[in-house]
């Protein structure tokens, strides 16, 4: 898995590829939580993420709750089809704003 967080005023983009599983998940956990700030949004670019297991879902719903928290939002872009799966099992589909690509995305 590999990602990338790109901070643009109060909104910070963060692209995941691959695989997010709990090998990685916490790392980009840890270093999401220490750029949120009051008023941040996030937006999640998962146009490339290929499979997300619990810890991957869990730190999605983590950096939910602390942005929420603070005053932000946070929406899932380009959710695909395997990925959405888990979503929707687990019924965090209702949790989360989710578009089907970053130029839908509103703040």
């Not at 691959?18 to 949120?36: D, N, S, Y």
């Not at 998962?46 to 983590?62: E, F, N, P, R, Y």
């Not at 929406?75 to 959405?84: D, F, N, S, V, Y």
């Amino acid at each position: 898995m590999a990602w990338n967080i790109v901070e643009n005023g109060k909104i910070l983009t963060v692209l995941i590829e691959g695989h997010f599983v709990a090998a990685v998940a916490l790392e980009l956990k840890k270093e999401l939580l220490e750029k949120v700030q009051a008023g941040t949004n996030v937006l999640f670019d998962l146009s490339k993420m290929v499979h997300i297991d619990a810890t991957g879902l869990g730190v999605l719903v983590q950096v939910l709750q602390k942005v929420k928290a603070d005053n932000g939002k946070v929406i899932l872009a380009g959710l695909q089809e395997g990925p959405k799966i888990v979503f929707d099992i687990t019924n965090v589909s209702h949790v989360f704003e989710i578009v089907p690509t970053l130029k839908d995305a509103r703040f």
